[in-house]
């Protein structure tokens, strides 16, 4: 038997939230809708020093505005700690990680050294096998396997990615305590039992990572959908780093028709002037996710 879908939209509290934001968004709850699913609001506020203050109530004020409401209570990492913890305690337990007191700097260093084109460090295990004391500040990393790793996503097709040449032994808790989004994440889709993830291309080479996370820990792997990011025009992601702007909450229901025309869902023109729910009740009887096939970037 087929388990109900539950899918998740999980913004991080680092400010309002912009239009491509609210594009990821209106795609996890239209594919969970369409399928009679849940759609859950979760909260990544674990990164402390990136979270803003009064980003949570407006990012709740923003969906509610554009129709989108969730299901349950809200979750919030920061109320899960334990959890992370006694799953990290699992991975140390099977040897699985080790502990890295190697600075950001030092590996920059090495690293542009290496390959100085490349943005992505490949951390070359200088601390495997050390025993660095509990009292020494440290990161803790996962050894990876040099295992391939493949899925097949619902838009972007099959994905497959060396873990140990691609991603190295990467890291679950951070040197200032912080557990990494890598780790939470896995946590907290299993937690709230999350069978659909429906997220933005730009966590797509992410998730090798966390399917070989939910393989360690014995967790069910839920299906992927990695919808296109929205870039301006100078074909640059928006995000709070181009200080893409709020979205605006005027007219929600000419956003929202403009952000269906995004998402590739062709509204009729009969429809442009129709209320947030009725548009948001068309695109759910109509939503055809596979329009977006392949795109992996459209432009505003
Ligand atoms: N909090 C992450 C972000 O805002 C999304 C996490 C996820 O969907 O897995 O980019």
């Known amino acids: 038997m087929q388990s109900a879908y539950i899918g998740r939209f999980a913004p991080s509290p680092t400010g309002p939230l912009h239009l491509g934001s609210l594009f990821t968004a209106l795609a996890s709850y239209l594919d969970a809708r369409s399928q009679q699913g849940k759609w859950l609001l979760r909260v990544d506020d674990l990164d402390t020093p990136r979270n803003k203050e009064g980003s949570v109530a407006a990012i709740l004020k923003t969906l509610e505005?554009?129709?989108l409401c969730w299901d349950d209570a809200v979750y919030y990492q920061s109320q899960h700690i334990d959890s992370y913890e006694s799953f990290l305690?699992?991975?140390?337990?099977?040897?699985?990680?080790?502990r890295c007191s190697c600075s950001r700097k030092s590996l920059e260093d090495l690293h542009s050294v290496d390959s100085p084109e490349s943005k992505h460090t490949i951390y070359p295990g200088i601390c495997w096998n050390k025993s660095i004391p509990a009292e020494t500040p440290h990161a803790i990393r996962l050894k990876t396997e040099p295992t391939t790793l493949s899925f097949q996503d619902d838009l972007q097709g099959l994905i497959s990615h060396h873990l140990a040449n691609q991603h190295g032994d990467f890291i679950l808790k951070r040197k200032d305590g912080i557990i990494a989004y890598q780790f939470a994440v896995v946590i907290d889709d299993y937690l709230l039992g999350v069978n659909h993830v429906v997220r933005g291309?730009?966590?797509?080479?992410?998730?090798?990572?966390q399917i070989y996370l939910q393989q360690l820990l014995g967790f069910p792997i839920p299906t992927y959908m990695h919808v296109p990011v929205i870039v301006d025009h100078h074909g640059y992601k928006l995000s709070k780093q181009t200080l893409a702007t709020a979205v605006d909450t005027k007219s929600?229901?000419?956003?929202l028709f403009d952000?269906?025309?995004?998402?590739?869902q062709n509204p009729?023109?009969?429809?442009?002037g129709a209320s947030v729910d009725e548009l948001l009740d068309w695109a759910i009887e109509h939503w055809q996710p596979d329009k977006l096939s392949l795109y992996?970037?459209?432009s505003a």
């Open 268 to 272: 009729p023109d009969e429809i442009k």
């Open 296 to 298: 992996r970037a459209i």
């Open 259 to 264: 952000l269906l025309v995004l998402l590739k």
């Open 201 to 209: 291309c730009d966590l797509l080479e992410e998730t090798p990572k």
């Open 65 to 67: 505005t554009f129709g």
């Open 252 to 255: 929600p229901n000419k956003t």
């Open 89 to 98: 305690l699992e991975l140390e337990q099977c040897r699985l990680t080790y």
